[in-house]
Each structure stands twice: as C-alpha cells, then as structure tokens.
C-alpha cells in the first residue's frame, strides 16, 4: 500500500491556451509524458465543461495508471492549473517516475507561480509525513534538491520555459545572479557567477597545457567555455557539439552575459548532433576536451564511464588532457569515487579538485585526466608567467594561486580518491568500480 501523492497548484500559467482547453491536446499530451517517464497507462477520462462567462471552460481528466493515476484540472478563466500525480511503492520505487512526470506537466504549463506538496501515503510505520519544498516556489523561491534528502533553493521567477527535442529548458530571473538556466529542473549556468564553474573547467588544464591549439567541448551550449578557452591566443579551434540545438538558440539570444558572443566566433564551429560519435570520428585531434555535461546522474549519466572514457582518450593528441565535473564529493561521494576510478583505469595522471560554486548549492568536485599533463604540479611563479605571456586577463576567479589551492583537497575528498587504491597493474596505480548510492551525504 505504501506509495507517493504528489501535488501541484500552478498559477498564471504562460503556456498555449490548447493545455488549458484541448482535451484531446491535454489527454495526448499526458499519455506522452505517462510513457516517457516509465508509467503504465491503463485507461483515460477527460470532460469539457461549458463556457462560462463568455470564455471557454476547463478541461478535468484522469489517467489511470498501473500505478496509480495523474489528475489535472484548468481554470482557463485565471491561467490555474492543478496536478496531482499519486504512484503505489508496493512492489517497486516509483517515486522517482512520479516526480519527473510531475516536473514534465508543470514544465509545460509554464506557472508563474508554484504551489507543491509531497505526501508519503500508508507508512503505517513512520506514521506517514506530508513534505513541502524546503523554500515554498509559491513564495517566489527556485528549488533544486541535492538529494533526496537535501536541497537548496534561490528567490526568483520563471521568465520562460519549452520543451525541446531531448530536455525541458527554463529561463529563470534570479535576484542575487540575474538570469539563469536551468534544464530538466537543474540549474546550468547564470550571468552573474558563471565564471566560478567556467573558469575552473577551463583554465587549469588550459594553462598546464604548453600550447593547446584544438579543443572539444561535448555539451556545453551556453557558449561559457568557449569563451574563456578563447581567451588563450594557441587556441586556433573550438568546437562546441551538443546534441540540442535549442539550448545554444536560448545562449545566443538570452545569455550573452555568459559567452560573450564566444558562439558567433569565427574561430568556435558549432555542431549539433551526438558529441562523442562526432569526437570518434576525429582520432587523435584535440588538445583539449571538455565534458560541459548535465550531471552524472542524468541521461547523460553513460558518458561518465570507462568505456566512454577510453574514446575520449582515442581522441586526445599527444600531451592533450580531458576535464569534467564528478558532482559534489559532499553530497555525491560514490559518485565521484566511481568517475575518478573510472579515469584512472584510462589516463596516467587523474588529477582531482573542486571549488565552491554558488549556482550549484555546493562544494563541487572537477578533475583533469591525461597520460602527460600534471597540473597539481605546476608551480605559481610558472602558472604567473604563462598568463602573463599569453595576456590571458579578465578572469575573476583562476590566478596563479588558486591553481595549486584548486587542487589542494581536503582530507575527505582526497579519501575517496584514495579509497578507490588497486593493486598495480593498470594503466593508473589508483581505479576501481563502486556502485553508486541513490542517496548519499558525506560519511564520517
């Protein structure tokens, strides 16, 4: 009996007038999303009912679920929608299917405001607990959670929101980092402290590197990477491939703040489609590659792995290096342990570090992985003199001090690098497989 009730109040609702009065658009449109997320559709009902006033009326409907169901009701009159999306647990964790089919609906209604609540139904055991968000979005905060058990959140407003082929995307005006970009409810980039996570991705590898020419950044649309890799006058090409063509359209327009029109430079060749085959088909080409990708426990999540990271490394040119993000090693510890130990069994040299990066709620863990390049140990007098050379400026976080202190890891975060110790053998002296936790904090 045990199971999730998930609910939702939209209010002012931006979206087409077709999802607040189609009821075959609504009932397609919820069939859609039941499959996508991995539910079962046994049977549907939807009403019409009058106009009223001299508007349309709302539309009220169900769809009936193996699971449970998925109810919406519309108030065209007021741009009001509600939701309520209930899932049973009984032979299996539905919860977080129940959650995404939520997110998807409201995503396309586009509210201005948000209303949720998150009800655990018949734990007779613990008795049951009704959960809100941890900053109401009614009350005008943009909540991300960590974990399931964890969540930070930021006082703003939705400006925008679409469904794209591959994700849902949102604009979002927030009052400390003005606009914002979040995909599939998570939060990307931001015009005001973008630099925290651009200039850490970009900069220590770039600047370790003698004279990077060629460089590859799988995802990274919003252009942020491209634009501090520019800044580096050896750099003679970047290539930007992600697979959504929507994202860069909304960077070019909407986040300029954030690339500096790095997008429209002659020098950035933008190719939209599958950027690890487009990366297969260019062996030994780059200098530098960057993984500017969703996080680990995304979609994305097969490229976080040895078998990926072996194409990756086909890819390199001599001396060349990869850099990605692994999460939080706070938050996300076995996650991390497993990507690093997955580099390992590829690259000489896997150098971990991290940074506190304000749009991400967190302490945020970075690595650099090459069979040449060290750049733990590189010393600042040279880090100083290679930006000097090279008239690298405008940088508001990386200077030659941060260098070494990015890679200067605290005890606990050196541990999980540390815990992952094989014997030797491999191609690293550190690597091995974990299974990654869905849900874990820091351990003591």
């Known amino acids: 009996m045990q199971g999730l009730h998930l609910t939702a109040d939209l209010y002012q609702c931006q979206c087409d007038s077709e999802l607040m009065i189609g009821t075959d658009v609504i009932a397609r449109y919820c069939d859609e999303q039941v499959a996508a997320c991995g539910l079962t559709r046994v049977d549907s009902r939807w009403v019409k009912f009058p106009d009223w006033q001299g508007g349309p009326g709302g539309v009220t409907g169900m769809v009936l679920l193996a699971e449970s169901h998925l109810a919406i009701h519309t108030w065209p009159e007021t741009g009001n929608v509600t939701l309520d999306v209930y899932v049973c647990n009984f032979s299996s964790d539905n919860s977080q299917q129940a959650q995404d089919l939520l997110d998807r609906i409201i995503d396309a209604y586009q509210p201005t405001r948000i209303m949720r609540h998150r009800l655990v139904r018949g734990d007779i055991e613990g008795g049951g607990s009704l959960e809100q968000t941890p900053a109401p979005e009614e009350r005008g905060w943009l909540v991300e959670r960590l974990t399931p058990s964890a969540a930070f959140a930021f006082r703003g407003q939705v400006l925008h929101g679409q469904a794209t082929a591959h994700q849902s995307l949102q604009i979002v005006q927030t ?21 925290f996570y651009h200039e850490a991705l970009v900069h220590p590898a770039a600047i370790s590197h003698p004279n990077p020419g060629r460089c590859l950044i799988i995802g990274g649309g919003d252009g942020g990477a491209a634009e501090e890799l520019l800044k580096h006058p050896s750099v003679e090409q970047v290539v930007i491939a992600d697979l959504d063509a929507d994202v860069i359209e909304v960077a070019r327009t909407q986040f300029q703040a954030v690339n500096r029109g790095a997008l429209d430079d002659p020098r950035v060749h933008i190719r939209i489609g599958d950027g690890m085959a487009f990366m297969d088909g260019n062996p030994g080409q780059f200098d530098l590659i960057l993984m500017d990708l969703t996080d680990p426990d995304t979609p994305a999540s097969e490229l976080y792995t040895a078998a990926s990271f072996a194409r990756v490394h086909e890819a390199l040119a001599p001396g060349g290096a990869v850099v990605l993000h692994l999460g939080s090693p706070v938050f996300h510890p076995a996650q991390v342990q497993q990507i690093v130990a997955e580099l390992q069994r590829t690259f000489a040299h896997v150098s971990p570090f991290g940074l506190y990066i304000p749009l991400y709620g967190a302490y945020w863990g970075l690595a650099v992985a090459s069979d040449t390049l060290q750049p733990a140990r590189l010393a600042p007098s040279e ?58 904090c820091l351990a003591t």
């Not at 009052?175 to 630099?195: Q, V, Y």
């Not at 200067?408 to 550190?430: H, K, V």
């Open 175 to 195: 009052d400390c980092f003005g606009k914002a970009l979040r995909l599939d409810g998570r939060f990307m980039t931001s015009e005001k402290e973008e630099f």
């Open 383 to 440: 880090v100083r003199q290679r930006l000097q050379q090279r008239r690298v400026s405008d940088l508001q976080y990386f200077n030659a001090d941060v260098h070494g202190a990015l890679f200067a890891l605290p005890n606990y975060y050196r541990a999980l690098t540390a815990a992952s110790a094989r014997p030797a053998g491999g191609r690293a002296s550190l690597g091995t497989s974990h299974e990654v936790a869905q849900d874990e």
